[in-house]
């Protein structure tokens, strides 16, 4: 199959081969001909599976018919983070180099003038978050009953993030006789529902099963002990031990992202930081020097996880397991792309193991380890932690539960950075869990708890360590308040 097959425009098949592809990916294969007939789509896909194109390359055919106006783009894209809609606008720049189209760029962190200007001139293209489309339009800098094609990309992250309130308020500014192109990597029943309000009998375009990796991704784990130092150490070993060109060293949280790349620093790595609380300008300039080879490393938040074409990534270092095991798949989906051979290696402690099935679950695979598993005491120990941990959820929100979305979710993610949400399951802070972990109090309460007598699974549960009988303490435990040793007199 060829380019020249699919229906697309002379104009955009020369952009194509000045762009060095050559052969169209499978979902370009299979929506570009379906697309440039005005049709909807809803495309399945992951990101590296060359999904902007099969948008880009139809929407522009389509636009060199007519023209901008004023404050009325001809099209919108929407897109979960300021990162992926300014990748996307690049990707416009080069496949569109011929079209003289104007493509205005409405992300948050930077100012609405260059914004306001580009809208004025009347953009053929407007690439945008939801939140800052809204705030162009209640400012009335914009009209959306002039666009024709919209696409929703990532919908799937937009869920996480969530933007889905903003993407029906944005769908019913719409007019109703528009294409709608939707992508997301999976299907749950929430972004069912919102494809089955806002496209039109569309083509239904599935490129891989929902959660699976590149098979060009090979992918290890490696043991690593709980503590931040010890960690750290057996990352440095894992980034010496293996053949690396460049690498993103995935975090869970923010915080860690900044110490982690103090410390790469300090042992001598060429090493950059992103996460969701660094400012626009510094975000692009740490993911330019990457892109230009200037470092080598970048320690990240899950911010840079989904959608970021950084091509030519040798490898992926997983510091710690994510929680959501979809995460897993974005994070790895860095490395493998287009074909290429990709590296991917995740730190597991004992605490992970729950997370590292539920990984392996999804992949409905077994991750090999790089020098031993984590032995049966370890993983007897991490059981009884997150067995711990359960209680103490019990009654909340579970860490395997969906992220929210909707009204608290929507908040974090309008309120300045894409991965601002937190990860559900973390109702206590890790540091207060940790300390809560390390009360002696919380030790004498557990031996309290009835022993279980064998509930919902069980059986495969390793059984607990026998342990010395200990006297059991009420109310106060060992502590015997001073008023209760003055002698009593008795009369
Ligand atoms: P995407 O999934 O859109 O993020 O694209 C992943 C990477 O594949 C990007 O670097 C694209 O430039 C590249 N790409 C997209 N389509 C093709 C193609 N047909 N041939 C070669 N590379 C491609």
New binding site residues.
């Given amino acids: 199959m060829s380019f020249s097959n699919l229906g697309l425009s002379p104009k955009v098949l020369s952009a194509v081969t000045a762009a060095g592809?050559?052969?169209?990916?499978p979902i370009?294969e299979k929506a570009i001909p379906v697309a440039v007939t005005g049709r909807d789509v809803l495309g399945i896909a992951q990101?590296?599976?060359?999904?902007?194109?099969s948008f880009a390359l139809p929407m522009l055919t389509r636009l060199e018919r007519g023209r901008a106006r004023a404050r009325m783009p001809r099209s919108l894209i929407l897109e979960p983070t300021r990162e992926l809609a300014a990748q996307v606008a690049e990707t416009f720049e080069i496949l569109g180099k011929d079209h003289k189209l104007t493509v205005a760029l409405l992300i948050g962190g930077v100012s609405y003038d260059d914004q306001d200007r580009k809208l004025d001139r009347g953009a053929d293209v407007v690439i945008a978050t939801p939140g800052r489309l809204l705030d162009h339009f209640e400012r009335g800098k914009l009209l959306l009953n002039g666009i024709e094609i919209l696409v929703v990309d990532e919908s799937d992250r937009m869920l996480d993030m969530g933007f889905i309130p903003d993407i029906e308020r944005i769908c019913k500014l719409l007019p109703f006789t528009r294409q709608t192109l939707f992508f997301s990597a999976t299907m749950p029943p929430e972004i069912q529902r919102l494809a089955d309000n806002f496209l039109h009998t569309p083509e239904r375009i599935e490129v891989s099963p929902p959660a699976t990796a590149a098979t060009t991704i090979v992918q290890r784990l490696k043991k690593a002990p709980d503590d931040p130092a010890g960690k750290r150490q057996a990352l440095r070993e894992l980034m010496r031990e293996v053949d690396v060109k460049n690498a993103i060293i995935f975090c869970n949280r923010k915080k860690d992202v900044g110490v982690l790349f103090r410390s790469l620093q300090r042992h001598g790595f060429s090493v950059g930081a992103l996460h969701g609380d660094m400012d626009q300008r510094q975000r692009m300039a740490t993911l330019d020097a990457f892109r230009n080879g200037t470092i080598a490393f970048l320690a990240a938040s899950d911010v840079a996880a989904r959608?970021l074409?950084i091509?030519d990534v040798s490898h992926i270092f997983n510091y710690d397991v994510p929680i959501h095991p979809e995460d897993y798949i974005h994070r790895i989906g860095r490395t493998g792309?287009?074909g290429r051979e990709g590296f991917a290696a995740m730190l597991v402690t004992p605490k992970d193991i729950k997370a590292l099935k539920a990984i392996e679950r999804m992949l409905h695979q077994e991750i090999s380890w790089i020098d031993g598993a984590l032995t049966q005491e370890e993983m007897v120990e991490g059981e009884r932690y997150e067995r711990g941990n359960g209680r103490r959820r019990r009654g909340g929100r579970s860490r395997d539960q969906k992220r929210p979305s909707g009204q608290n979710g929507q908040h974090a993610a309008r309120s300045g950075s894409p991965d601002a949400h937190k990860p559900a399951g973390h109702a206590v802070p890790p540091k207060a869990r940790d300390e809560r972990r390390n009360d002696p109090k919380r030790d004498q309460h557990k031996h309290h708890v009835k022993p279980s007598h064998g509930g919902h699974g069980a059986a495969d549960r390793p059984k607990a360590q026998p342990q010395a009988p200990r006297q059991k303490q009420r109310g106060m435990g060992d502590h015997v308040p001073a008023f209760m040793m003055r002698p009593v007199r008795v009369p």
């Fill in positions: 592809f050559e052969t169209p990916t370009q990101t590296g599976t060359g999904k902007t194109a959608g074409d091509p792309r287009a």
